[in-house]
């Protein structure tokens, strides 16, 4: 079972065209990790990221 205190909301919105993910991410090693690589306009790098930890 997961534990609650290693859980986040992970709001990705691309810079070049708008598109917007949520994604649930977990915190390893000091690095958010979703799985998300990239945007369906295949941008790698210019994103806007914002993390909430799950209640």
Partial sequence: MLRSENRYIVDVRCKKCGERFI????MKKGKMETGFK????DN???F?????KLP
């Fill in 48 to 52: 806007d990221v914002q993390v909430e």
């Fill in 23 to 26: 994604l649930k991410g977990r």
């Fill in 38 to 41: 990239r945007c369906l306009c």
């Fill in 44 to 46: 790698e790098e210019d």
